[in-house]
């Protein structure tokens, strides 16, 4: 057994990051500025996205995209129930309705059959979720969205490097926003980015900026011009230089980042392979995932425990694990605001009841994957009785 924890997720940051963020604190410019420009064009080139705003969460940059395609009061707005809770309270923070919908059992992506039967007159945007970093079915889902004239903001938090048919997420033709959060395939600590079209991101940027008409650094800079007019009540959403100056470091890094975690994962396709009772995840070839989580099911009647059982025992073998997600339509709010049974999302309610993420961090050795991988055998074997 391990003699030291293994904690779920813990970043990969090596000394370039660090040397990146103390050149920008030496630098004299440390909020929104030219590293956030630079990180800004170098994500929407590497996406192949026509522009990108950069934000302090995914939360706060597909706020303002859902806000910028002019989704208010009296809309409705398609989620996925299994997902964060950040893709409903977005909805929520615009004025509109969420329309939670079931997933798939085999990707636990949203069901593109639900998203078309939650469809009303009042619908006006879908937010799908690439869930564990696997691209949902975005050619039907596309072509759903166009006959229905409806937008899309794809919720790309798990996504950053996956791609659909070739295609990276992000490439358009919809908006997508990315997470940055500590976990994420590329961290900034806290930070986002949404992609899409540059009228739609030049609506989303000044409202991440208190509605302001231009930013501190065109204010600033040498040339710039001391006025400003607020044309609405924006927020403070704005990422600053130090997290730019991680984010490109990390971008720069990203492919390495991504060949480390294919490895893992398929020393866990490998090494977790004969286990009864416990399901792998799916793998389709017109996609690639991101692999951002590893997420395996626990079937209780065949595995012989249940799914927190599994958990408490990993972590009595020092192996840390989560569970993604709580589905939304459980959680107080969501569930006594507009009276969501259980009944109606029947896929994503046994899937909660088995679902685990193993670690998964390029920071792992091959050792670590190792660990636990025994320390599931062992559990599985301590089952049979
Ligand atoms: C992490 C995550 C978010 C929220 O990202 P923040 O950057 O923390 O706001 C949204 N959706 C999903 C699916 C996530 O995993």
């Known amino acids: 057994m391990r003699d030291s924890f293994l904690s779920f997720s813990p970043p990969a940051v090596t000394e370039a990051e660090i040397e990146a963020v103390v050149a920008t604190l030496r630098s004299g410019w440390i909020t929104t500025g030219p590293t956030t420009r630079r990180f800004e064009e170098e994500f929407a080139e590497y996406v192949g996205a026509p522009a990108a705003l950069a934000c302090n969460s995914w939360t706060a940059a597909a706020h303002a995209g859902l806000h910028a395609m002019g989704i208010g009061p009296g809309d409705e707005v398609i989620v996925p129930t299994l997902t964060f809770a950040a893709t409903a309270n977005i909805v929520e923070h615009v004025g509109a309705r969420p329309v939670f919908v079931d997933v798939d059992d085999d990707t636990l992506n949203m069901s593109i059959d639900s998203v078309e039967r939650a469809m009303t007159a009042q619908t006006r945007a879908i937010i799908p979720v690439h869930y564990a970093g696997h691209p949902v079915e975005l050619d039907a889902l596309e072509e759903l969205a166009e006959r229905r004239n409806v937008h899309i903001l794809e919720d ?34 806290e930070g986002g980015m949404l992609v899409g079209e540059p009228d739609l991101l030049d609506r989303a940027r000044r409202y991440s900026l208190h509605g302001m008409s231009r930013d501190a650094w065109s204010r600033y800079d040498k040339g710039g011009s001391w006025s400003y007019e607020v044309m609405e009540p924006g927020f403070k959403f704005n990422m600053s230089d130090i997290q730019a100056a991680m984010g490109r470091v990390q971008l720069e890094r990203l492919a390495q980042l991504q060949v480390r975690r294919e490895e893992i994962v398929a020393l866990y396709d490998a090494g977790l392979a004969a286990i009864p009772g416990l399901r792998l995840p799916e793998t389709r070839p017109h996609v690639s995932s991101a692999n951002h989580l590893y997420v395996v099911r626990v079937q209780r009647t065949v595995f012989g425990m249940s799914r927190s059982q599994f958990i408490d025992e990993l972590a009595k073998r020092n192996v840390g694990s989560s569970v993604h997600f709580v589905p939304v339509h459980r959680h107080p709010y969501y569930r006594d605001k507009y009276s969501l049974s259980p009944a109606r999302f029947p896929v994503a309610e046994a899937a909660f009841e088995e679902i685990v993420s193993l670690p998964l961090s390029p920071a792992f050795a091959d050792s670590d994957v190792q660990d636990v991988i025994d320390a599931i055998h062992d559990v599985a074997e301590s089952t049979i009785r």
């Open 156 to 189: 790309a938090a798990h996504a950053v490097a996956a791609r659909f048919r070739g295609r990276l997420i992000g490439s358009g033709p919809s908006a997508a926003a990315f997470s940055f959060y500590a976990t994420k395939n590329l961290t900034t600590g």
